[in-house]
C-alpha cells in the first residue's frame, strides 16, 4: 500500500552571526518530519517579521516585493516536490533543496559510490578485501532490488531505517558457501564496509548527514578455534588417494608451521626462499593485508613439503605450491576433518590460529616473537589469536609449586601469612 507524505514550506528568520538587529530569511522543507533549510536572498529588519503569518510586515513596495518573493519560491518548492513524486516514492528534502537549486543531488545512487569506492580506494586495499567489499556491494543490490523493487538506491534516501532493514536481511540471509545462515560478526562485517563508503559519501559532500550517526555495530567476542597437539597429528599422519585433498591438506599443514594466512602462501615463490641468520632456510615476504615485512625459519615439515611440490604439475609460475581457491580450500578441509574425525569448523585461518597457540607459545615461544612471525603492527592484534592454554597455565603453576616445595618459602612455614596477621592486628 502506497504510504501518504506529509510536505510543508515555512519561512523563517535567524540573527545568527549578526549584532545590526537584522536577520536572514530562511525557507524550511519538512517531509515526514525530515527538514532542510535554505538561505533566501533577503536580510530585513527583525521588527519587520511577522513570525505567525510568516510575511514581512507593512505595505511598503520592499514589503510586497518580498512577501511576492516568498510566494514564489513556496509555489517553485511545491513543483520541484512534485516532479519527484512522480519519479520516485521515496523521497527527501534534501532532494527538493536540490533540485529547486539545480543541482544533481537527487541523481547520486549507491551504484556510483560503490564505483567511486572501488576506483579509487583500491591502492588502498589488499585483492581480498576489495573482493570483500564487492561481496557487501552484491548483497546491497539484491537488499534493494527485494523491498524497494528497484535496481538502485538514491544516497540522499539512505537513513537509519535502511541500514536496519539491510542487517535484517543479511542475518536471514544464506550464502553459498556457509553451511546455514551469516554469523553475527559475518553480518556486521558488512554493515561495517557499508558505514565506510557511506563515509565517504558524507566527506565527499554527496550526502549531509551520516545515517550511523545513531547505529552501533555489536560484534561478539569469540574464542577463535585452534588445533590441539593431536589434532594436529592426526592431520600430518592423514594418507589419502584423493590429490586434491592431499594438496589441501599439505597446504594446511604448512601454515599451521608457518602462520601464513591463505593468500600468502598462493603467491609464494622460490624467491622467498632465503638463507638465513642460522645458515637453515627462512621465509622472507610481505604480508598482502597489512604490506609488513616478515622473516620466519621453516621448522618441522615445511621445508620437505616445499621440496615435495617442486616438480608437481600444477605448480605454475613459479608458485611454492598449486593454486586453489580459499573457497575450494575450505570445503575440502571439511572432508579432511571427517576422515579425521575432528568435529571442528575446520577452516585454513583455523591453520594461523594453531600456529599462534598450539605449535609457538604452548612451547615457550614469547608473543613478541610470535607477533613478528605473524607479521601483525601491533601486539594487541597477536593477542586475539594467541591464548594462553590450560595445559601452559598447568606447566607454569607446576613449576611454582615445585619451587614451594624445594624450599622457595625458606625455613619459616608461615612465611607470608605471619606478616598478614601482624597487618591484620595493628589495624
Known amino acids: 500500500m502506497r504510504t501518504r507524505s506529509t510536505f510543508s514550506i515555512s519561512f523563517w528568520i535567524s540573527t545568527a552571526r549578526r549584532d545590526d538587529n537584522t536577520a536572514k530569511i530562511y525557507a524550511r522543507i519538512t517531509l515526514d518530519s525530515r527538514r532542510a533549510n535554505l ?12 513570525s505567525k503569518a510568516s510575511k514581512v510586515l507593512g505595505r511598503t513596495k520592499e514589503s510586497q516585493e518580498i512577501n511576492r518573493y516568498l510566494k514564489e519560491v513556496e509555489s517553485e518548492l511545491f513543483q520541484c516536490y512534485r516532479e519527484l513524486r512522480s519519479q520516485t516514492p521515496h523521497i527527501t528534502p534534501q532532494m527538493v533543496k536540490a533540485k529547486y537549486f539545480g543541482e544533481d543531488e537527487s541523481q547520486m545512487t549507491l551504484m556510483a559510490l560503490f564505483e567511486y569506492h572501488n576506483t579509487h580506494g583500491a591502492h588502498l586495499l589488499s585483492k581480498a578485501t576489495i573482493s570483500h567489499y564487492k561481496t557487501t556491494q552484491k548483497y546491497l543490490l539484491r537488499y534493494i532490488k527485494k523491498h524497494y523493487r528497484s535496481e538502485d538506491y538514491k544516497l540522499c534516501l539512505l537513513d537509519h531505517r535502511f541500514i536496519v532493514g539491510f542487517e535484517t536481511f543479511l542475518r536471514k540471509l544464506h550464502p553459498v558457501h556457509y553451511h546455514g545462515k551469516l554469523s553475527n560478526n559475518g553480518a556486521m562485517k558488512h554493515i561495517q564496509r557499508l558505514r565506510k563508503m557511506t563515509t565517504m559519501a558524507v566527506n565527499n559532500d554527496w550526502i549531509e548527514r551520516n545515517p550511523f550517526q545513531k547505529f552501533k555495530v555489536r560484534m561478539e567476542k569469540k574464542e577463535r578455534e585452534f588445533l590441539t597437539l593431536k589434532e594436529l597429528q592426526d592431520i600430518q599422519e592423514y594418507r589419502t588417494k584423493i590429490e586434491r585433498l592431499r594438496i589441501v591438506k599439505d597446504l594446511f599443514i604448512f601454515s599451521c608451521y608457518t602462520g601464513i594466512a591463505y593468500c600468502d602462501i598462493m603467491n609464494l615463490t622460490d624467491n622467498n ?155
Request: hydrophobic fraction near 35%.
Open 39 to 50: 538561505s533566501l536572498k533577503y536580510t530585513i529588519p527583525v521588527d519587520m517579521w511577522d
Open 273 to 427: 626462499i632465503v638463507i638465513g641468520i642460522d645458515g637453515k632456510y627462512w621465509i622472507s615476504t610481505k604480508r598482502l593485508k597489512t604490506k609488513n615485512t616478515f622473516k620466519l625459519p621453516l621448522i618441522g615439515p615445511t621445508m620437505p613439503l616445499v621440496k615435495q611440490y617442486q616438480n608437481h604439475p600444477k605448480r605454475k609460475g613459479g608458485n611454492l605450491f598449486p593454486k586453489i581457491s580459499n573457497q575450494k580450500l575450505n570445503s575440502y578441509l571439511k572432508e579432511v576433518a571427517d576422515a579425521c574425525g575432528i568435529n571442528k569448523n575446520l577452516t585454513f585461518h583455523m591453520a594461523r590460529h594453531t600456529f599462534a597457540t598450539t605449535v609457538t607459545l604452548l612451547n615457550g615461544v614469547p608473543i613478541e616473537t610470535v607477533s613478528k612471525m605473524l607479521g601483525h603492527s601491533n601486539l594487541g592484534t597477536t593477542q586475539i589469536y594467541a591464548r594462553v592454554l590450560d595445559e601452559k597455565i598447568s606447566e607454569e603453576m607446576s613449576g611454582l609449586e615445585a619451587r614451594f616445595e624445594d624450599g622457595f618459602l625458606g625455613s619459616n612455614p608461615n612465611f607470608g601469612f605471619e606478616s598478614y596477621e601482624k597487618k591484620v592486628s595493628k589495624s
